[in-house]
Nanobody
């Protein structure tokens, strides 16, 4: 069974940066796209960025374009990152790593990102 574990969240001031890491393990990931979603209190979960199995990038969430970058580890394709720069208070949310194949999604436990002065 595929398992996803996120790390790297925390408290940062506006304008700061964080890098999230997701490690996928425990099963065959063939065909899975890996990506990041986020959910703020009282809001729906939204896709931030995703890399397909073949390496293509789905469009970024409009509000993070130019500030966030998703990437895959060069040595281990089961590890992805989300580099978040110029963070804004509106980026405060729980960030989830997700693996998707077809209509099936597996979720990580989430990591909290709080942007506040």
């Amino acid at each position: 069974q595929v398992r996803l574990v996120e790390s790297g969240g925390g408290l940062v001031q506006p304008g700061g940066s964080l890098r999230l890491t997701c490690v996928a393990s425990g099963g065959s990931l063939t065909g899975y796209g890996l990506g990041w979603f986020r959910q703020a209190p009282g809001k729906n979960r939204e896709r931030v960025a995703l890399i397909s199995w073949a390496g293509g990038l789905l469009p970024y969430l409009d509000s993070v374009k130019g500030r966030f970058t998703i990437s895959r580890d060069n040595a281990n394709r089961n590890i992805i990152y989300l580099q978040m720069n110029n963070l804004e208070p509106e980026d405060t949310a729980t960030y989830y790593c997700a693996g998707q194949v077809g209509s099936y999604t597996v979720w990580g436990q989430g990591t909290q990102v709080t942007v506040s002065s």
